[in-house]
């Protein structure tokens, strides 16, 4: 196998390689595999330019492929293990190298890493490739997210690679190059508890610290901090997800970050039609990742991570059960607040007497009525009275509704809700056709007027009625981990 060749760093990239300087168990030193023909399909300039990298298109499709290692990154595979669908599996990077940690112009810290760029030392069966519609999915459905202002890795670049990658079928193959706070993981504790090595384990819960928690240091118990505020960030998250009807679809522990961003964008979608149950992914078959299900397997994810913990929490294994299992219990409540607090603002409301029965309802009907989750917080938020007059039921809670807000102010509540509600999503299907026209014909240009248009969520004034518009067979659509 050809060795990628070492070439100057003429692009901006500033790497400091912290991971490298954890304890060797931690990673593995490796290189990406060349790929035949690196060819730029889409490149994120805006984010680009904030990180501050820069170059010409051909030479950065090199370097975002791995057939040129840039001066400065030393890339490695990471070590973790994790539950998938409930079991525990060592796992690791099987198909990502992270390039280097890059610093940014005003010095934040952010991976790069590339997906898809050969196999590693964690590959197992796999190939370690991936397919151009994949990764083209991660960056649009990533960069909707940021648009949605959700805490979650980004995408810098898809470069084809002019290789064929088969899963059932024959695929053309591409990289990807995401940018995060970082990859760590809750399938990264698991993997150092498991490695039994509690030295290591100990320089590992540091570096996770500093580099994301740094006031968490001098607290009297570091471990149980971290556990607290990464449940508190992962509630954040998953309240996010479902105030704009996010499903992630495969929320693994190995695919749940510490610092709360939203990571491993696979069978991931956007809800249309409200109805709790949604599961998009083919392979969840029992709805373990439904939408409404999202909480609870966060804080069993938390639970997991608890467990990892325990001999970093105390030395004694009961005292530190029972302080991680406090932490754990708080979990339901504080989500539940969290989540009723998010709903109240969908709705504008300031949680009077009656209003929880308001939003109970709403949902009732919604899932009854088989309404459209986005567009009827978008009808809600503009005022717009036919919406609500399709149905009787649906007629009688719109008028108890405008009883309960009758005497709020209305601009406060308008700007609340506009600021709460995106006026639309990327829908299932528009992403499907632009992935298939960028999959079939190399033509992006679909996928870029998502991401342009999606940078308007929260723009009321501009009227899309194409990214409202839900097709009838909505309800069988299915999203594949055939990556
Ligand atoms: P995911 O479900 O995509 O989060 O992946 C779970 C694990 O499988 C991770 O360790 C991946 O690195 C690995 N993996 C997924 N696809 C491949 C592939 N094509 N080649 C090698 N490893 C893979
Ligand atoms: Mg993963």
Redesign the pocket.
């Known amino acids: 196998m050809l060795k990628p060749p070492t070439i100057p760093n003429t692009f901006g990239f500033n790497f400091d390689n912290s991971y490298l300087r954890l304890p060797e168990m931690c990673y593995s030193k490796q290189l990406p595999t060349p790929v035949i023909k690196p060819e730029m399909l889409l490149f994120n300039e805006e984010l680009a330019t904030q990180l501050g990298i820069k170059g010409e298109n051909n030479l950065l499709a090199q370097v975002l492929t791995g057939n040129v290692i840039v001066e400065g990154s030393e890339p490695i595979a990471q070590a ?1 293990a ?1 539950h ?1 669908f409930g079991y525990f599996t060592m ?6 190298h992270l390039l280097g940690e890059h610093i940014t112009p005003l010095k934040s810290r952010f991976d790069l890493q590339l997906k ?1 760029s050969g ?2 030392a ?9 397919t151009v519609s994949a990764m083209l999915r991660e960056y649009v459905m990533s960069e909707s997210m940021h648009a949605l202002g959700i805490p979650t890795s980004r995408s810098l670049a898809v470069v084809n690679t002019g290789e064929i990658v088969i899963r059932e079928l024959y695929h053309r193959g591409a990289v990807l190059t995401r940018v995060a706070g970082s990859h760590l993981r809750v399938g990264h504790f698991e993997f150092m508890n498991k490695a039994g090595n509690v030295e290591a384990y100990k320089i590992f819960l540091a570096y996770t610290i500093q580099r994301h928690y740094p006031h968490l240091t001098t607290t009297k118990n570091p471990a149980l901090s971290l556990l607290e505020e990464v449940m508190h960030n992962q509630i954040r998250l998953v309240i996010d997800w479902m105030r704009v009807g996010f499903i992630h679809g ?1 929320m ?1 522990t ?2 749940m970050s510490i610092s709360g961003e939203t990571i ?1 964008y ?1 069978p991931c979608a956007f809800m249309n039609t409200y109805n709790p149950e949604t599961v998009f992914s083919s392979i969840d078959k029992d709805g373990r990742y439904a939408f409404i299900n999202q909480p609870g397997i966060a804080q069993w994810n938390l639970a997991v991570l608890a467990g990892a913990l325990l001999p970093l929490i105390s030395t004694n294994k009961e005292e530190a059960l029972a302080a991680a299992q406090e932490i754990i219990n708080t979990f339901p409540s504080l989500f539940e607040k969290g989540h009723q607090q998010m709903m109240l603002n969908k709705l504008g409301l300031k949680g009077n007497l009656g209003d929880d029965k308001l939003i109970e309802s709403l949902l009732e009907l919604m899932t009854h009525l088989k309404l459209d989750y986005t567009n009827t917080f978008y009808a809600l938020t503009v005022g717009n009275r036919e919406y609500f007059t399709q149905h009787d039921a649906l007629e009688t809670w719109y008028d108890e509704y405008q009883l309960a807000v009758k005497n709020d102010n209305a601009e406060v509540r308008l700007k609340l809700m506009q600021q709460t509600n995106p006026a639309f999503i990327p829908r299932n299907h528009i992403v499907e056709e632009a992935l298939e026209l960028a999959a079939l014909n190399n033509d992006t240009t679909h996928v870029q007027s998502i991401i342009q248009t999606m940078k308007k969520t929260y723009d009321y004034n501009y009227n899309n009625e194409t990214y409202r518009r839900v097709p009838q067979n909505d309800n069988t659509y299915k999203t594949f ?1 055939g ?1």
């Not at 796992?91 to 990502?96: C, P, S, T, W």
């Not at 964690?122 to 991936?130: E, L, P, Q, T, W």
């Open positions: 973790y994790g998938q796992l690791g990077d099987g198909r990502a898809g196999p590693t964690y590959s197992r069966r796999g190939d370690g490739r991936a495969v693994n190995d695919n491993d696979g981990c990556t």
